[in-house]
T-cell receptor, first 112, second 115 residues
């Protein structure tokens, strides 16, 4: 079971780059790493997903080292609206959803 | 990504009653899941809803308490039976398509309060 560990909370200021790291020492060969963002009273929203190296989309980058035992979500130039809980999820949802468990999440607070 | 609608968005129920939550997707999806998120907590997977067969439940969740139906590839229901205050929570539906690197997408959940 790929357990994930993230910082409970982080603070940042508008315009800064934020990096949130997730540890997943027991990641399996077939597992993907997925990050979600959740605002109050909403379901988690998909941000980015990767398997190895670096993935970038219009909102974030995901850095995964060669050993894949951790990953870092990078949010460039955050704004107040990026205040949310960020979850790292490791697993292969298509083969065993029960082993793709959500960690406790990181509460990011962006200050003006 | 798929558009997921859950009904109701919130409800207040009396203990001992049951409530059925609906999840509708705007396109066919292979996989549908039901999660519970207690106040201030992370998400916990209840079960995988299987089309045309019994759902697959995770440890700690049983069919008698959380019966699930999935009659087709775009719709599923979760019933919370014989409710108690401990069942007060947010219940979320998620979907995924088969294939490598296909992430889950979530509805906005049903906020349930039991008096």
């Amino acid at each position: 079971l790929a357990k994930t560990t993230q910082p409970i909370s982080m603070d940042s200021y508008e315009g800064q780059e934020v990096n949130i790291t997730c540890s997943h020492n027991n990641i399996a060969t077939n597992d993907y790493i997925t990050w979600y963002q959740q605002f109050p009273s909403q379901g988690p929203r998909f941000i980015i997903q990767g398997y190895k190296t670096k993935v970038t989309n219009e909102v974030a980058s995901l850095f995964i080292p060669a050993d894949r035992k951790s990953s870092t979500l990078s949010l460039p130039r955050v704004s107040l609206s990026d205040t949310a809980v960020y979850y790292c999820l490791v697993g292969d949802i298509n083969t065993n959803a029960g082993k793709s468990t959500f960690g406790d999440g990181t509460t990011l607070t962006v200050k003006p | 990504s798929a558009v997921i609608s859950q009904k109701p968005s919130r409800d207040i129920c009396q203990r001992g009653t049951s409530l059925t939550i609906q999840c509708q997707v705007d396109s066919q999806v292979t996989m549908m899941f039901w999660y519970r998120q207690q106040p201030g907590q992370s998400l916990t997977l209840i079960a995988t809803a299987n089309q045309g067969s019994e759902a697959t439940y995770e440890s700690g969740f049983v069919i008698d308490k959380f019966p699930i139906s999935r009659p087709n590839l775009t719709f599923s229901t979760l019933t919370v039976s014989n409710m108690s205050p401990e069942d007060s929570s947010i219940y979320l539906c998620s979907v995924a398509r088969t294939g490598v690197d296909q992430p889950q997408h979530f509805g906005d959940g049903t906020r349930l309060s039991i008096l």
